[in-house]
């Protein structure tokens, strides 16, 4: 069974919840695209997790993965495995696979990632990640593999550096950062360790489903993020729609059996980019407050907004969405009323479908559907038919919508807080 579990909003979605419910069934999570930009929380028994590389299958113990795909810094890495450890969910390399050619975010493309951020206005999580997958496609990578070897290391440093250093200077920046050995020295004390862990995550992924065990791909970041269908240039630098599962663990499309798409109640977003659906009164403070909506990673607040159909359809089409996961429900409770986004007007034209270009999609005006809200905390409902009727009919339009049926129903951040459609 390969399953494939993606955001499909801007990111923040709740997929790491969703994830440490699905994978029980699973044999295996894999990271695919992403680096640590990511944020994914998981609640167990009041006790929060906050995992930014290593997939969210971490609490239930199954085989973790990180894909090629991935861009990794080795210090988070390194961070995250000891956190994880302190609390009792120490990582062997037989609960944790990394694949030697993932990426390696360099303290270089964290430093150009800060200096250019300042300039274009994007609103990056200043984790190098585009920088790093600049180097991926340009071809000058220092991969996983790269750190257990010191002498290919120094040579690979040798031969890229010098146009960093120059970029940094032109920048503005202290181009003696570029190559600070102490911190060059730390990824290769971590590469001495993460030796042991390395493995060909796309080999070991096929083998599995091959056996008819369980895989679950997750997504990082989402749909509206993504490098090329997104909101450009208000994007991440990866691909974050489902078919990339399968071009970055190098998995067949034949083999996909589920695509699951996590979508919240409402909609938010972090950074910059256009938001059809932003609610800038008071309410969107209040949704902010009461959803906890600050970014796992920067700490930022995220823009809230009402639940948009139009992007919801975009994103159905571009990941092929068996069933979605809405997350966050319980957060609506108390409104008098929930708008609902189903059509776009940009220019006299009503559209259903967001248009192309970005520039457009930020003069576009959502026309609402308005639907009375419920005043009870649904927080500890578990069967879809102890649900307030209007918070029934609220999901049932998001489904209509959609065109696609919705399996799980979250009410609250805890593992059990959830109702189960299928
Ligand atoms: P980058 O991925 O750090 O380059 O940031 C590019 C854009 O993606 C910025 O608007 C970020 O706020 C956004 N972004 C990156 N990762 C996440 C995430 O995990 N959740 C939400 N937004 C994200």
Redesign the pocket.
Known sequence: MFTIVT?AQ???EGKGKIIDLLCEEYDAVARFQ??D????TVVVNGEKFKLHLIPSGAIRKKRLLIGPGVVVNPLSLKREMEELKKRGFELKNKDLGIDPRAGVIMPYHILL?ELC?RKSG?????????FAYQDKIGREEIQMIDLTDEESFWKKIEKITPLKEALVERLGGDKRLVRDEKRLKEYLEIGKNVKDYLTDVSAEVNERLERGEGVLAEG???TF?DVIHGTHK?????STISSSACVNLGVSPKKVDRIVGVVKAYI??????PFPTEISSELGEKIRKKGGEF????G?P?RCGWYDAVLMRKAVRLNGYTDIAVTKLDVLGGLEKIKICVAYELDGRELEYPPERTEDLFRCIPVYEELEGWKEDIRNVREISQLPKNAKRYLERIEELAGVPISIVSVGEERDQTILLK
């Open positions: 955001g801007f990111g923040d992403g680096g930009n990511a944020g994914h990632d951020d994007i609103g990056t999580t200043h984790r190098g990640i585009g990082a970041q989402g993020l208000y994007v991440t630098s990866s938010t977003r972090v950074g910059s980019g970014g796992t990673t920067t930022r995220r």
